[in-house]
């Protein structure tokens, strides 16, 4: 009897156990998908065409396009719907390995990978059509047909957590579509997502073991909060000024650091800065509307604040920003250029240094003395894919 009831109870507990597996093992997040079309080599190399050197790539695929719907987390916690493009090699080579790619600094809502409009046409071009991967490009929240009204930009765990979570849908696309992948994963970007690549990385290490990185290349990226904020706010680029009002209303927006924007923005820009970042103004018109130099947009006393670090959450703030303290466990190129005005190039160098006592995986590459951030972006690119081509 005594047996007979331990039996009974070791198979209810196999079958419990077995049930819970399963059900962690069939959770998902992808929402739904829409097929966009086809993007083909013919034209992914009149895109190459007109971009060197990125005009010596040789497109030899097609690529079927997807636009996504997923769950994901709101800077919150809350549950929260973000979108995103996956782009398919047709007909390939046996498996296939992924690229994430994370795109840069966007102010407007629909000026997002899933909308697929003509500047999104290189990604595609460089990774699916050229390197034969399978591209997956978050929009972003606040971006596409995210329910958050504002982008949490450059915010490091709402951009890791909501990138690991379009990667999984992805994954969930292609085994809904019967598409080969294998366990291969490349992580890229530039600018905010050279930053997305290098803490949605971290956070992969950290927190999903199961989800392997095989090679990441973060390109052009803020690394150092002391390198940055005062090299944008003292010696300002040309979109300086973007870049200190979309983070600081973003940060404040979120994080609720101040009183409120009087205390961070000079008026009439205290008012001014919700109406052009409400995603429906372009970078052109929010440029022509903030004052070139951040110094006539931040009040003064924040301003001093920001340069001098005695603003009393900047513990916050650096912790947000600096994320090169961790050991990284695979290949890692940072990537960008000396000559670049918008981000310092040494900020890639500082953290370099200090990766580089942690590991021997990490690799510093400028691929010019002269060339600016936008300037520098093909280029940037195509060190990507060459990087990746290593390890694929």
Excluded at 29 to 37: A, T
Excluded at 197 to 208: A, C, Q, R, S, Y
Excluded at 372 to 391: G, S
Aim: charged share 20%.
């Amino acid at each position: 009897m005594k047996h007979t009831l331990r039996h009974f109870l070791f198979t209810l507990l196999c079958l419990v156990s077995c049930v819970y597996a399963s059900a962690l093992y069939a959770a998902v997040n992808l929402i739904n998908y829409k097929y966009l079309g086809e993007f083909d080599a013919d034209k992914a190399k009149l895109t190459l065409k007109m971009i060197p050197p990125l005009d010596t790539l040789n497109p030899v695929y097609s690529a079927k396009l997807y636009k996504i719907d997923y769950e994901t987390n709101a800077p919150d916690g809350t549950s929260s719907k973000a979108s995103g493009l996956v782009a398919m090699p047709v007909n390939p080579q046996g498996k296939v390995s992924v690229v994430s790619y994370f795109h840069g600094t966007r102010v407007t809502r629909s000026d997002v990978p899933s909308n697929f409009a003509q500047n999104y046409y290189i990604y595609p071009a460089v990774f699916a059509n050229t390197g034969g991967y399978m591209l997956v490009m978050p929009d972003y929240l606040g971006l596409g047909d995210s329910e958050l009204a504002l982008h949490p930009y450059v915010q490091a765990k709402s951009l890791a957590v909501s990138c690991v979570d379009m990667i999984s849908a992805a994954k969930e696309l292609a085994s809904t579509l019967k598409y080969p992948i294998n366990d291969k994963l490349f992580l890229a970007g530039n600018s905010e997502g050279g930053f997305t690549t290098i803490v949605t990385f971290e956070d992969m290490l950290k927190h999903h073991k199961d989800i392997p990185v095989t090679a990441a290349a973060p390109g052009s990226a803020p690394y150092d909060w002391t390198e940055t904020v005062p090299y944008i706010t003292t010696q300002p680029g040309p979109r300086a000024s973007i870049y200190a009002a979309y983070f600081f209303y973003s940060m404040q927006t979120y994080r609720h650091y101040w009183s409120g924007l009087a205390e961070i923005f000079k008026a009439p820009y205290d008012t001014l800065v919700p109406t052009l970042f409400d995603g429906s103004h372009d970078i052109t018109e929010i440029q022509s509307t903030l004052p070139a130099d951040p110094k006539d947009l931040l009040r003064d006393e924040f301003f001093k604040a920001m340069v001098d670090g005695t603003d009393p959450h900047m513990n916050q703030l650096k912790h947000n920003l600096n994320h090169y303290n961790f050991v990284v466990t695979a290949p890692m190129l940072l990537v960008g250029s000396k000559g670049d005005h918008d981000l310092p190039f040494h900020g890639a160098e500082l953290a370099y240094s200090v990766l580089k006592t942690k590991s021997d995986k990490v690799f510093l590459k400028s691929v010019s003395d002269v060339l600016d951030h936008i300037q520098a972006f093909p280029f940037v690119t195509k060190e990507q894919l060459e990087f990746f081509q290593q390890y694929n």
